[in-house]
């Protein structure tokens, strides 16, 4: 069974840096793509960046510039370094996962992942 948990989030003031973390156990797999998503209030979930098990990463137009996704293998932790945050940037970030699909195929379609974490609020005030 495969867990996901996020964490690191939290309230900054507009062009402040966050770096979420996400913790994944039960993950024996040795192809994947893992993804960063965001919902903002009254928005639909958007990606924010994804990575393979061979560090290819790939961001949305989203945060791009911005961010920077990385993971550490040996802990199983992914994590996403934002800066310059602005108040648009408010919402829930997830971790997902997915076991089915290669990133380039999966990309930022949410349907395309199988597990996801509980969500990590960031909020960015002006």
């Known amino acids: 069974q495969v867990h996901l948990v996020e964490s690191g989030g939290g309230s900054v003031q507009a062009g402040g840096s966050l770096r979420l973390s996400c913790a994944a156990s039960?993950?024996?797999?040795?192809?994947?793509?893992m993804a960063w998503f965001r919902q903002g209030p009254g928005k639909e979930r958007e990606g924010v960046a994804n990575m393979d098990e061979d560090d290819r990463t790939d961001y949305a137009d989203s945060m791009k510039g911005r961010v920077t996704i990385s993971q550490d293998n040996a802990k199983q932790i992914l994590y996403l370094q934002m800066n310059n945050l602005k108040p648009e940037d408010t919402g829930v970030y997830y971790c997902a996962a997915t076991t089915q699909w290669y990133c380039d195929v999966a990309g930022f379609d949410a349907r395309d992942y199988d597990y996801w974490g509980q969500g990590t609020q960031v909020t960015v005030s002006s």
């Open positions: 039960g993950f024996t797999y040795d192809d994947y793509c």
